[in-house]
């Protein structure tokens, strides 16, 4: 066998195994817009250099049909390459997002991290309906001087809005109540320009939008039930 015969053998199982993991990533732990916007595609990449490119290189470099330790060298290549893949993999299912919560008049992607640094259960969102992330919003007080008060009162001690589990609800099944859901709403608009007023569609809830890795502004669908568009900073007035 060449060396460019095994280069290609390895390449295509590499690449069998690529997408499987991809189709975990794009379907399961990042859905919909998440994956370009909350960290999968960060640690995706880590994932590529390693299965598509090193491992693949390493064979190509090494192989020498009848080469005495031959079996050893793709042995450790192997071993490591899957070494390497289960380390990215980790580190993007770490930062998968498990909550996306509507705090006062911001979205937040909540990575599982993040409630182990809060010290908070993730056990509480499996009483919420729909799969991961959970779509879920902070109850705060009906009278809006009280709740900019408790919006205001989070940041000051250290324990912000979107991580204080008590306070969450399902967006879910609460399709007459976005208006109440979503009542800083217009205030956001009033935040970004003509420019990109004129590109959202009816269906269009509009939020401002914050995770690990990027901060801009989202469009909720309000007949979805997901988020379907972002917007980076650029258009703040």
């Given at each position: 066998m060449s060396r460019w015969r095994a280069f290609?053998?390895?390449?295509?199982?590499?690449?069998?195994?690529?997408?499987l993991m991809l189709a975990v990533i794009l379907l399961v732990w990042y859905p919909g817009i998440l994956f370009s916007i909350d960290g999968g595609w960060t640690g995706l990449r880590i994932v590529i250099g390693v299965d598509l490119v090193?491992?693949?290189?390493?064979?190509?470099?090494?192989?020498?049909?009848?080469?005495?330790?031959?079996?050893?060298?793709l042995s450790?290549?192997?071993?490591?390459?899957?070494?390497?893949?289960?380390?990215?993999?980790?580190i993007v299912y770490n930062e998968r997002p498990l909550a996306l919560v509507l705090a006062y008049d911001t979205i937040y992607s909540v990575a599982a991290q993040e409630f182990k640094d809060f010290e908070r259960d993730t056990g509480i969102l499996e009483q919420f309906p729909g799969?991961?992330?959970k779509l879920l919003f902070v109850e705060l007080p009906e009278d809006n001087v009280r709740?900019?008060?408790?919006?205001?009162?989070?940041?000051?001690?250290?324990?912000?809005?979107?991580?204080?589990?008590?306070?969450?609800?399902?967006?879910?099944?609460?399709?007459?109540?976005?208006?109440?859901?979503?009542?800083?709403?217009?205030?956001?608009?009033?935040?970004?320009?003509e420019n990109l007023l004129n590109q959202l569609d009816e269906a269009c809830i509009f939020s401002k939008f914050i995770s690990s890795v990027t901060s801009g502004y989202v469009c909720f669908d309000r007949e979805r039930g997901e988020l379907s568009n972002f917007y980076d900073n650029q258009y703040q007035r």
């Open positions: 290609a053998i390895h390449f295509s199982i590499s690449l069998l195994v690529f997408l090193l491992g693949p290189l390493l064979t190509l470099v090494v192989f020498k049909s009848g080469k005495p330790g031959l079996k050893f060298d450790c290549i192997a071993i490591a390459q899957l070494s390497c893949m289960a380390a990215g993999m980790w799969s991961y992330p709740a900019e008060i408790a919006n205001m009162r989070s940041q000051f001690i250290g324990d912000p809005l979107y991580i204080q589990t008590d306070k969450y609800q399902a967006i879910a099944g609460s399709r007459e109540n976005m208006g109440d859901i979503f009542r800083w709403e217009q205030s956001v608009r009033e935040s970004v320009t």
